[in-house]
C-alpha cells in the first residue's frame, strides 16, 4: 500500500531551523522525482524542493541556499533541512512523489511549520 507519512514540523522562531521526513511506503521510491511543497493560507501550493531518481535537486528561488532536499532510498526517506527560517516560510508542507514506474503522484497529508517573528 502506497503511503507517505510526513513530520518534523512545528514552531520555530525566525532564523532557527527544521527537518522535515517523509517515509515513503509502498515500493514506490525509486525510480521517482521525490518534492516537498507548500501551502500558506490562502494561496495555491507551491513547488519548494525537488530532487531526481539520479540526486538532481533544484530549488524554488525563495528558499534557495536555505532549505536541502535529500533522499535515502535504503531507507524509504526523503528529507527537507531548512535553515534561516523566515514567517514567508510558515505553511503546511507537504511530500509528494511522482513514480515512473506507476506513472502516478502520490502525496503525504502535510505537516504545519510556523516561523513566529
Known amino acids: 500500500q502506497v503511503r507517505l507519512e510526513e513530520s518534523g514540523g512545528g514552531l520555530v522562531q525566525a532564523g532557527g531551523s527544521l527537518r522535515l521526513s517523509c517515509v515513503v511506503s509502498?515500493?514506490?521510491?525509486?525510480?521517482?522525482?521525490l518534492g516537498w511543497h507548500r501551502q500558506a493560507s490562502g494561496n495555491q501550493r507551491e513547488l519548494v524542493a525537488r530532487i531526481t531518481t539520479d540526486g538532481l535537486a533544484t530549488y524554488a528561488d525563495s528558499v534557495a541556499g536555505r532549505f536541502t532536499i535529500s533522499r535515502d532510498n535504503d531507507k524509504n526517506m526523503m528529507f527537507l533541512q531548512m535553515n534561516s527560517l523566515k514567517p514567508d516560510d510558515t505553511a503546511v508542507y507537504f511530500c509528494?512523489?511522482?513514480?515512473?514506474?506507476?506513472?502516478?503522484?502520490?502525496w503525504g497529508k502535510g505537516t504545519l511549520v510556523t516561523v513566529s517573528s
Open positions: 509502498g515500493g514506490i521510491i525509486s525510480p521517482a522525482v
Open positions: 509528494n512523489v511522482f513514480s515512473y514506474s506507476r506513472g502516478e503522484d502520490y
